[in-house]
């Protein structure tokens, strides 16, 4: 059973910063592609990072240059940096994995406010 969990959601002052993690299990990890998403409440669920198995990287344009993608295959876990947060970074974050089929975490929440 394929499992995928983030976590290091929370609350944080404007400027602040969290790191994200994706634990995933029950797939051959370093075989699968990773996205990070988000939902913020009353809109489209967007893309805001991706990682290929090749570790090539691409951000939203709302998100480069304050965060960064990463991936550590041997522990089966990919995360998210996010610096100089904002109150427009407030969503539900989720982990997506694929390859030929694709696996979505429950997400976690971040809140950007003062």
């Known amino acids: 059973q394929v499992q995928v969990v983030e976590s290091g959601g929370g609350l944080v002052q404007p400027g602040g910063s969290l790191r994200l993690s994706c634990v995933v299990s029950?797939?051959?990890?370093?075989?699968?592609?990773l996205n990070w998403f988000r939902q913020a409440p009353g809109k489209q669920r967007e893309l805001v990072a991706s990682?290929?198995?090749?570790?090539?990287?691409h951000y939203a344009d709302s998100v480069t240059g304050r965060f960064t993608i990463s991936r550590d295959d041997a522990v089966n876990t990919a995360y998210l940096q996010m610096n100089s947060l904002k109150p427009e970074d407030t969503a539900v974050y989720y982990c997506?994995?694929?390859?030929?089929?694709?696996?979505w975490g429950q997400g976690t929440q971040v809140t950007v406010s003062s």
């Open positions: 997506n994995v694929y390859r030929f089929q694709s696996y």
């Open positions: 029950g797939i051959s990890f370093s075989l699968f592609h």
């Open positions: 990682i290929l198995t090749d570790s090539n990287t």
